[in-house]
């Protein structure tokens, strides 16, 4: 990840395990066991200087930077895009771990459009 962009009044942008900003408004997030959630709440904790999201029918809060967007097609070709750029840090990983990664969001994407999301 690059330069922290900062938010509002010094408080840096809610982002996701991924880097994306995340907007207060978002409905669902991936939680770290790989689960996609309903959203109760996004808020900003100052004496930890942390975001953290509250999911529904969950009584505690998880670090928002634990949590993902949901992936889609778009995401996947964007990040595709961007490994051929040379614009993330892609390049630090090797080929065969990118096939992987790029292997296990397609699968799950086409699973996701099979079972109807």
């Given amino acids: 990840m690059g330069e922290e962009v900062l938010w509002y009044h010094d408080i840096p942008a809610p982002v996701d395990n991924d ?3 995340v ?5 669902s997030l991936v939680n770290e066991n790989g689960e996609e959630l309903e959203v109760s709440s996004i808020e900003y904790r100052p004496t930890v200087g942390l975001w953290f999201v509250t999911f529904m029918r ?3 809060s998880t670090p928002l930077s634990r949590c993902a967007i949901p992936d889609s097609w778009e995401r996947l070709l964007r990040d595709l895009d961007d490994m051929t750029d040379g614009e993330r840090a892609y390049w630090n990983l090797e ?3 990118l096939a992987c990664d790029v292997a296990r969001r397609v699968r799950a994407l086409r699973r996701a459009e ?3 999301d």
Avoid: C, F, I, W
Wanted: net charge negative; no cysteine.
């Fill in 95 to 97: 080929v065969e771990d």
């Fill in 19 to 21: 880097g994306n900003v």
């Fill in 58 to 60: 969950q009584m505690y």
């Fill in 114 to 116: 099979r079972d109807g």
């Fill in 23 to 27: 907007p207060l408004a978002t409905k």
